[in-house]
């Protein structure tokens, strides 16, 4: 068995291979075409250089412009959507919707500081502070080709440590497609002010798709034309809360569930130059004041459910205290991830009620890191809890007070199966 070492360009980007939504380039795929070979999901890497422009004059921005990119993602900021898709049958395997929005969460939970320091500051440009990230990677001195970078992308899919088979009569190939987030979610002012950067702008060239891929001695009998593979998906949603009694349903559809968690913003902060669109705050008012979280239910079709009772946080009791109550940072820690491992960015330092959002909230060891969630598996059987039929809900006691629209949005990790045969592929949820 031998491997072979694959470089692929993207299939639909012009001769100055040069790409920005600015300019008209929001999606980015990449084909890793049919053939008798296996594609290990783990090795795939998207690499390439990024420049970050100022004004329409391609005037390059300085320490001193307050042009600055999310520190819990820095180059992960770029994309808004991935979809991954079977070449033989067209068949969508697995899309993940707010990509960024996941991965602002997903990260900070799976990572610790000390690896913003390290692989993936020289994988994806990452430091763990908000001047800092400003700094090294916006206002990086001027370079021929900007900052090179070379991710991985974490999906399901992609995850799952499968063998993918690529030949005609199983998968047919595979391809990749990355949705390009507009220059206004990715780039924000620091100081809230946007005079002189309204028409800011990222731009991504010399892109390319890395795999590896297993060359079987014998294909026919390591290249079944009909099989599955098992992986854990992620799929989202998207809802807005307005009230000091927020209440949200929704019909998940997935039979498998592991976990679900979200993470919340002022719906002002969405494509917004002034706001940071990737912070991860608790509900804020329109002053820019949190909205305390007293209390959380969730249910499963109006039930109490997995937890059979109210969680009452402390701000419940002692309004005045500062840190968020530690039950719903293991709660969404669990939702996320299960085991020992207890590597994360989270600290008392990013998750309590001492910051505001009146502008965008500049919070030290990678910016605010609220989150809520919930295990249904946290044995690792796999099995989880059926949401096919019925659907989950959450609601939340909180301190919003005022008119001011949050945005919300749901993350369901979930085990899903993608069946192969001579007939088609199906995605089993």
């Given at each position: 068995?031998?491997?072979?070492?694959?470089e692929?360009?993207?299939s639909n980007?012009?001769?100055?291979?040069?790409?920005?939504?600015?300019?008209?380039?929001?999606?980015?795929?990449?084909?890793?075409?049919?053939?008798?070979?296996?594609?290990?999901?783990?090795?795939?890497?998207?690499?390439?250089?990024?420049?970050?422009?100022?004004?329409?004059?391609?005037?390059?921005?300085?320490?001193?412009?307050?042009?600055?990119?999310?520190e819990?993602?820095?180059?992960y900021?770029?994309?808004?959507?991935?979809?991954?898709?079977?070449?033989?049958?067209?068949?969508?395997?697995?899309?993940?919707?707010?990509?960024?929005?996941?991965?602002?969460?997903?990260?900070?939970?799976?990572?610790?500081?000390?690896?913003?320091?390290?692989?993936?500051?020289?994988?994806?440009l990452?430091?763990?502070?908000?001047?800092?990230?400003?700094?090294?990677?916006?206002?990086?001195?001027a370079?021929?080709?900007g900052?090179?970078?070379?991710?991985?992308?974490?999906?399901?899919?992609?995850?799952?440590g499968?063998?993918?088979?690529?030949?005609?009569?199983?998968?047919?190939?595979?391809?990749?497609?990355?949705?390009?987030?507009?220059?206004?979610?990715?780039?924000?002012?620091?100081?809230?002010?946007?005079?002189?950067?309204?028409?800011?702008?990222y731009q991504?060239?010399?892109?390319?798709?890395?795999?590896e891929?297993?060359?079987?001695?014998?294909?026919?009998?390591?290249?079944?034309?009909?099989g599955q593979?098992?992986?854990?998906a992620i799929?989202?949603?998207?809802?807005v809360?307005?009230?000091?009694?927020?209440?949200?349903?929704?019909?998940?559809?997935?039979?498998?569930?592991?976990?679900?968690?979200?993470?919340?913003?002022?719906?002002?902060?969405?494509?917004n130059?002034?706001?940071?669109?990737?912070?991860?705050?608790?509900?804020l008012?329109?002053?820019?004041?949190?909205?305390?979280?007293?209390?959380i239910?969730?249910?499963?079709?109006?039930?109490?459910?997995?937890v059979?009772?109210?969680?009452?946080?402390?701000?419940?009791?002692?309004?005045?205290?500062?840190?968020?109550d530690?039950?719903?940072v293991?709660?969404?820690?669990?939702s996320?991830?299960?085991?020992?491992?207890?590597?994360?960015?989270v600290?008392?330092?990013?998750?309590?009620?001492?910051?505001?959002?009146?502008?965008?909230?500049?919070t030290?060891?990678?910016?605010?890191?609220?989150?809520?969630?919930?295990?249904?598996?946290?044995?690792?059987?796999?099995?989880?809890?059926?949401?096919?039929?019925?659907?989950?809900?959450?609601?939340?006691?909180?301190?919003?007070?005022?008119?001011?629209?949050?945005?919300?949005?749901?993350?369901?990790?979930?085990?899903?199966?993608?069946?192969?045969?001579?007939?088609?592929?199906?995605?089993?949820?």
């Open positions: 068995m031998s491997i072979i070492y694959n692929i360009q993207p980007v012009n001769s100055t291979q040069k790409v920005s939504y600015k300019k008209g380039n929001p999606i980015v795929s990449f084909l890793v075409g049919s053939q008798p070979h296996l594609l290990d999901a783990g090795s795939v890497r998207i690499s390439g250089d990024i420049e970050f422009f100022k004004d329409a004059n391609d005037a390059k921005p300085t320490t001193a412009d307050q042009l600055a990119i999310d819990k993602l820095a180059l900021s770029i994309f808004e959507k991935v979809t991954i898709t079977s070449q033989r049958s067209r068949q969508v395997i697995e899309t993940v919707n707010h990509y960024g929005r996941f991965l602002s969460t997903y990260l900070t939970y799976v990572n610790s500081k000390s690896d913003k320091f390290s692989h993936l500051n020289e994988m994806a990452t430091l763990p502070n908000f001047e800092t990230q400003k700094r090294e990677l916006v206002d990086f001195p370079t021929e080709h900052s090179r970078f070379c991710i991985h992308i974490p999906t399901g899919f992609l995850s799952s499968n063998m993918i088979p690529l030949s005609a009569d199983s998968l047919g190939g595979v391809e990749i497609s990355l949705n390009l987030a507009p220059d206004a979610q990715v780039l924000y002012a620091q100081n809230g002010t946007t005079t002189g950067l309204t028409d800011a702008y991504l060239s010399n892109l390319r798709l890395h795999c891929l297993v060359v079987p001695p014998n294909p026919q009998q390591m290249l079944p034309s009909q593979l098992t992986y854990n799929t989202s949603y998207f809802n809360i307005n009230s000091a009694n927020a209440v949200v349903n929704f019909n998940l559809g997935t039979s498998r569930t592991l976990g679900v968690f979200m993470n919340m913003c002022p719906s002002k902060y969405l494509n130059l002034a706001f940071n669109s990737y912070a991860t705050t608790s509900p008012n329109k002053n820019g004041s949190q909205a305390a979280i007293k209390q239910i969730f249910t499963k079709a109006g039930m109490r459910m997995p059979s009772f109210n969680i009452d946080t402390n701000v419940k009791e002692t309004p005045s205290i500062s840190t968020i530690p039950q719903v293991t709660f969404a820690r669990s996320i991830k299960a085991g020992l491992n207890l590597r994360s960015e600290s008392p330092i990013n998750t309590n009620r001492l910051y505001t959002g009146a502008t965008p909230p500049l030290a060891d990678g910016g605010p890191m609220e989150c809520i969630g919930v295990p249904f598996d946290t044995t690792g059987t796999g099995v989880g809890e059926d949401f096919s039929t019925t659907p989950f809900g959450i609601q939340m006691e909180c301190d919003l007070t005022s008119d001011s629209p949050n945005a919300l949005f749901l993350f369901v990790h979930s085990r899903q199966t993608l069946v192969f045969g001579a007939s088609g592929l199906q995605v089993i949820q």
